[in-house]
């Protein structure tokens, strides 16, 4: 099984340039060009959140417009550019497949080799913070007691830890630790992927393996305490994470060089 992720393309409307110059229609087709001709083909493109700058209806209609050739299961959930009405019209009747609960965009896919989870960390629109607050951690042990024995990836637009670039962790998941309670109970659980910071991190949290997908829009670079945080013109990039019973989960980042750097 492959799961393609793709996060932040920050998608605007037609002809918009966005920092540093970077154009979210060129990026975001290299991407999905490049995930399109891959062999083995990928069993699912997931975009962990930011799918568009502002929210706004003609930028998710933008959006749709950029992924309508992708010939690949695709699926979706908000990250703190989205707003989530606006995301769930546009999205819900399209080739991106989206949650189902009426107070959450939380997504839960069953019929691949693995268990796909992903998390709405969405909080107050408008501003950068990720929540899970009790009635969509609720949602999450009820999932992950559905099926505890069964290999599972979890799915999230903020990552619950910290990266050490300080910036950027202001805005990340409140509270953690709360995930941390209840990903402790179910060891089947193989990574959380994370999107939000713009650039490739990797650590253990909590016993588990998770990360940062590096964005298709600019890149947050690492900084010195006393600088200020600026980001940077970058290559689009993605990540494949790839299981197989022999080798179990193994994770590439792929970085499309001369397009957009």
Not at 156 to 162: A, E, L, V
Request: proline share 9%.
């Amino acid at each position: 099984m492959i799961v393609a992720q793709v996060t932040d393309p920050h998608v605007s409307i037609p002809g918009a340039r966005l920092y540093g110059g970077y154009d979210p229609a060129v990026a975001l087709r290299a991407v999905l060009a490049r995930i399109d001709a891959l062999f083995p083909r990928p069993d699912l493109v997931l975009f962990t959140g930011d799918l568009v700058e502002l929210g706004l209806a003609e930028e998710y209609a933008h959006f749709l417009e950029l992924l309508a050739g992708c010939r690949l299961p695709c699926a979706a959930i908000p990250g703190n550019h989205d707003r989530r009405d606006a995301f769930r019209t546009a999205l819900a009747g399209s080739q991106v497949r989206i949650g189902s609960d009426p107070s959450w965009a939380h997504l839960a896919i069953d019929d691949l080799p693995l268990r796909v989870i992903g998390l709405d960390t969405l909080g107050l629109e408008g501003e950068a913070g990720g929540v899970l607050d009790e009635g969509r951690l609720a949602w999450l042990r009820r999932r992950l007691d559905e099926a505890p024995d069964r290999p599972t990836l979890i799915f999230m637009h903020h990552p619950p830890f910290r990266t050490g670039i300080d910036f950027m962790d202001i805005w990340g998941l409140a509270h953690p630790e709360r995930l941390a309670a209840i990903v402790a109970r179910h060891p089947a659980i193989l990574r959380i992927s994370c999107g939000h910071v713009h650039r490739a991190v990797e650590t253990t949290w909590n016993g588990i393996t998770a990360g940062v997908c590096p964005a298709v829009a600019w890149q947050v670079p690492l900084c010195a305490p006393d600088a200020p945080p600026r980001p940077t013109p970058q290559a689009p990039a993605f990540q494949l994470h790839r299981w197989t019973k022999a080798t179990g989960l193994v994770t590439h980042t792929e970085v499309l060089t001369g397009i957009g750097a």
